[in-house]
């Protein structure tokens, strides 16, 4: 039971750039989120899924696309890298929305 | 949306030391959660909270929900309980699933 398993862990892209960070959680959750973590701002929601097939707009989307084509995976989407998404990306997923969120260990990526 | 504020912003600790971590919310909660950053930056979920209190080891949380607040007891602290705390949840009502986090505290626990 690996729980939540982020990939890559680190990343180095230039701007312009385009990749996707992957998500799975093992535990047959539901719910799903990514979060962007910076210095001094805490973690920010970015987008979210209620279950396969949906997604939703959190706190801070712009530059950034979802999608949860399978329960159990939910990727996160650059499209053109900017250096103002330099910043350690969580994802976490919870059974239901009034249910603890259980994290992953996070991908460090960095823009030049 | 609700603001969270959390205190102390920092504290510093003698491994044996207890402390208490506060959580103060604008407005009424769900979902109210206390996590654990490690300095190796993984977040654990320590307690999901809504209302009372629970425990977990060394670790007791309790939320007070008509007051809109929830504090984190550490007791007999050891140099492991460094990192950050944060506090977390989303407004009572509606279909809000924005979870918003505090700043955190963090705390640093010395030999």
């Known amino acids: 039971n690996a729980g939540v398993t982020q990939t890559p862990k680190f990343r180095v892209l230039k701007t312009g750039q385009s990749m996707t960070l992957l998500c799975a959680q093992d535990m047959n959750h539901e719910y799903m989120y990514w979060y962007r973590q910076d210095p001094g701002m805490g973690l920010r929601l970015i987008h979210y899924s209620v279950g396969e097939g949906t997604t939703a707009k959190g706190e801070v989307p712009d530059g950034y696309n979802v999608s949860r084509l399978k329960k159990q995976n939910f990727l996160l989407g650059l499209e053109s890298a900017a250096p103002s998404q330099t910043s350690v990306y969580f994802c976490a997923s919870s059974r239901g929305i009034n249910q603890p969120q259980h994290f992953g260990d996070g991908t460090r990526l960095s823009i030049l | 949306g609700i603001q969270v504020e959390q205190s102390p912003p920092d504290l510093i600790l003698q491994e044996g030391a207890n402390s208490t971590l506060r959580c103060n919310f604008s407005d009424s909660v769900n979902n109210l959660q206390w996590f654990h950053q490690n300095p190796w930056g993984q977040l654990i979920n320590l307690f999901y909270?809504?209302?009372g209190t629970k425990q977990n080891g060394r670790l007791s949380a309790t939320t007070v929900a008509t007051e809109r607040y929830s504090l984190l007891y550490i007791s007999s602290s050891q140099t492991t309980d460094s990192g950050v705390y944060f506090c977390?949840?989303?407004?009572?009502?509606?279909?809000?699933?924005?979870?918003?986090f505090g700043k955190g505290t963090l705390l640093t626990v010395n030999p």
């Open positions: 909270i809504p209302s």
């Open positions: 977390a949840g989303n407004p009572s009502g509606g279909s809000n699933y924005k979870l918003t």
